[in-house]
């Protein structure tokens, strides 16, 4: 069976974490912020030390703060981009808040009481939330290749990479969805129209109650009858209503 949202989004999360140009960038950050010293560690650590300091510090943050972004989509994925991006942001400055508080009095002894401690929760609240909202912003913005370009379904951002491929149909089963590509299969928990609202310019249609099909994709379609059946590239068979037999018709792929 096919992985369940959440296991995705952890995957996901890990393939992120784990790949080598997010490694090289924690790893740089980690390296300038040791030799630098911010916040009075230049002071209180020697350099190795520091550099330790630093790189616990940088890898906890933002692995956290990357798997509460996947956890902020999960749950919200009904909501606008900017919904998304505030509670990220507002969570992701919480549990930095948490983590340096955390890892400082661990490795430091540190203890803010008063005025400082309040100042402490500010400002690490502040920069905590500030990038995770610009790390949301600048990918949104980078997203678009050159104008004109077919961007692809926005459905597909929410299959594992391995199985984002041009979209082929999607089906309902119980509460969930199941999307098909020309790669692979993956349910996701969301409506049917919720699905078909997020296949963007792909050019197709909904053929039945519990199924959508991708006009590109249809190999074959037959009628028997009174009733319609369409056989897509991978081999799938996908149901044609009565009352969608016009749509089907104008597609040009029955008499």
């Not at 900017?82 to 808040?97: D, E, F, I």
């Not at 500010?122 to 104008?147: C, E, H, N, W, Y």
């Not at 041009?166 to 699905?195: G, I, W």
């Amino acid at each position: 069976m096919n992985d369940s949202p959440l296991q995705s989004a952890l995957r996901e999360w890990r393939r992120h974490l784990t790949h080598p140009a997010t490694l090289t960038a924690l790893g740089s950050v980690a390296l300038v912020t040791g030799v630098a010293g911010p916040f009075g560690t230049s002071e209180r650590l020697t350099v190795l030390p520091r550099l330790g300091y630093w790189a616990v510090l940088v890898l906890l943050t933002y692995a956290l703060g990357a798997l509460l972004d996947q956890f902020v989509r999960l749950r919200m994925r009904r909501f606008g981009f900017w919904p998304r991006t505030l509670v990220a942001a507002a969570a992701t400055g919480l549990c930095v808040v948490l983590v340096v508080s955390g890892v400082t009095y661990a490795l430091l002894g540190w203890r803010p009481d008063g005025v400082a401690a309040a100042s402490f929760v500010v400002t690490t609240f502040s920069v905590g939330a500030v990038i995770a909202g610009t790390i949301s912003v600048v990918s949104r913005q980078m997203a678009p290749t050159l104008p004109g370009t077919p961007q692809p379904p926005r459905i597909l951002n929410r299959l594992p990479l391995d199985k984002r491929a041009p979209l082929v149909a999607l089906s309902v089963e119980d509460h969930y969805v199941r999307v098909q590509t020309t790669k692979a299969e993956e349910l996701l928990l969301m409506r049917l129209s919720d699905a078909m609202n997020e296949v963007g310019d792909t050019p197709g249609a909904q053929v039945h109650r519990s199924h959508w099909a991708a006009w590109g994709q249809v190999q074959s379609a037959r009628k028997s009858d009174g009733r319609a059946t369409l056989t897509m590239t991978t081999g799938a068979e996908i149901p044609v209503s009565r009352s969608r037999l016009d749509t089907v018709r104008k597609a040009g792929l029955l008499p």
